[in-house]
């Protein structure tokens, strides 16, 4: 497998992202999730949300709390992994995904190692932050113990922390997440150039022509989530981004590989 780039080379189209595995067709962010976006052809890359639990190991789990998507209660943060694996994260999703279990990272990664480029969105909680370089150094040492860095992008809605973590680890690959209530008005060029990124992600209803001009304008890869319709996709794709993260990613493979403006990328710009 070839180390991670930000842009898909010149002529070839935007890469498909499994948006918390396929979350479609799986319960989000479980080895079931992962498994199925790993032996669907044509998937680039795992999205995957992190965290830790009390014991400070990387989990993956999208939601602070654990009763969204999980049998347990409460702040994922306040449970041991053993605790926490414990819980039945699948039966929310349907009842023949009862026996899942909230996967660390280094599970994770064992199973997708070689397989698909990783997108490790590290959750950061506004209310209890950890202090900073915690969560960066767990995440980023659990990736470098297990020889996958060439192969992992690292993004975030908290910026602040992959400006850390790119001082940090100067080598990595990171990506900046948009949040329009906080970064409402800012070029996207200035929100990765604070945090040296070299991509930038944003929700399909938050991208706007000038915020793509500028993007494309300062070399930045531009990806959106989460595109689950065909004529979403087509619609996006048209536009010249570089990544497109989905749900039911198994769907729309064909349509991101057809549509118009698919072909038109350069990577001449990329950081
Ligand atoms: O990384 C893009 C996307 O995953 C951010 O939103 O809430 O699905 O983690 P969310
Ligand atoms: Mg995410």
């Keep these: 497998m070839q180390p991670f780039h930000p842009k898909p080379p010149a002529g070839r189209p935007p890469y498909v992202i499994a948006h918390r595995g396929l979350s479609g067709k799986a319960p989000e962010n479980t080895p079931a999730a992962f498994s199925a976006a790993c032996s669907t052809p044509g998937i680039d890359m795992i999205e995957l949300d992190v965290r830790l639990s009390r014991d400070g190991e990387v989990i993956a789990l ?10 347990g209660n409460g702040r994922a943060r306040s449970y041991t992994t053993a605790e926490l694996k414990q819980l039945d994260a699948g039966s929310w999703f349907d009842p023949a995904f009862a026996s899942e279990r909230i996967p660390t990272l280094r599970e994770v990664i064992a199973f997708v190692r070689g397989k698909r480029w990783l997108n490790i969105e ?17 995440v980023v040492e659990t990736v470098k113990d297990c020889g996958c860095e060439d192969y992992v992008l690292y993004s975030s809605f908290d910026h602040r922390l ?6 940090m680890y100067p080598h990595t690959q990171v990506g900046v997440i948009y949040n329009i209530w906080h970064d409402f008005g800012r070029l996207p060029s200035k929100l990765a ?33 989460t595109l689950n319709s065909r004529q979403d996709v087509r619609k996006t794709v048209a536009l010249g981004i570089h990544g497109v993260l989905s749900d039911v990613a198994d769907e729309i493979i064909g349509v991101v590989q057809s549509s118009p403006g698919a072909a038109s990328h350069s990577n001449k710009n990329s950081a």
Aim: contains cysteine.
């Design 122 to 138: 590290i959750k950061s909680d506004f209310w209890f932050r950890e202090r900073p370089g915690v969560l960066e150094r767990a």
């Design 193 to 225: 150039a604070r945090a040296h990124a070299s991509v930038f992600v944003c929700a399909k209803f938050e991208l706007t022509r000038s915020m793509l001009r500028d993007a494309q304008r300062a070399g930045l890869a531009v990806y959106v989530y």
């Design 62 to 71: 999208h939601d602070r709390t654990l009763q969204r998507t999980t049998t």
């Design 162 to 167: 992959i400006a850390n973590l790119k001082r």
